[in-house]
């Protein structure tokens, strides 16, 4: 199974592929990381509207709902991980998980793509069929 983070889904959702997350699965934290993104666009970029940033998340919400959710088994493995390869705790969080589960990762952040890489199978949104 492909356990997509945040940066994937919100670049398959602007690209229209969102077909591409059918069966994969993420973290509940991807919701936070997607309204995060919005909101920058929204209040930083002034790219969207907030009735456009509304209906943007409203669709990712309803990319998102039919995911499975998975975790890590613990914080203090996240904690490693993040230590060890230097990543942020959220990045560290979809390594983590995706590692303990056996899952692809599938990410578009090149940092964790390239830590990720040498732990599991991982690839970029754009090299799904």
């Known amino acids: 199974m492909m356990?997509?983070?945040?940066?994937?889904?919100?670049?398959?959702?602007h690209a229209g592929k969102s077909k591409a997350?059918?069966?994969g699965c993420t973290i509940d934290l991807a919701d936070y990381e997607l309204g995060s993104a919005v909101r920058r666009q929204v209040y930083v970029e002034k790219t969207l509207s907030?009735?456009?940033g509304a209906s943007?998340?409203?669709g990712l919400g309803a990319m998102t709902a039919s995911m499975e959710r998975v975790r890590a088994s613990t914080l203090s493995a996240v904690l490693e991980v993040a230590c060890r390869e230097g990543l942020t705790f959220y990045d560290a969080s979809y390594l983590t998980a995706a590692a303990e589960g056996g899952h692809r990762l599938v990410t578009d952040d090149e940092r964790l793509l390239r830590v990720a890489a040498t732990h599991l199978q991982?690839?970029?949104?754009t090299e799904l069929g």
Do not use: Y
């Open 3 to 13: 356990l997509f983070d945040s940066s994937a889904i919100l670049n398959l959702f």
């Open 21 to 23: 997350l059918i069966g």
């Open 122 to 125: 991982a690839s970029r949104s």
């Open 56 to 58: 943007a998340l409203n």
């Open 50 to 52: 907030v009735a456009d």
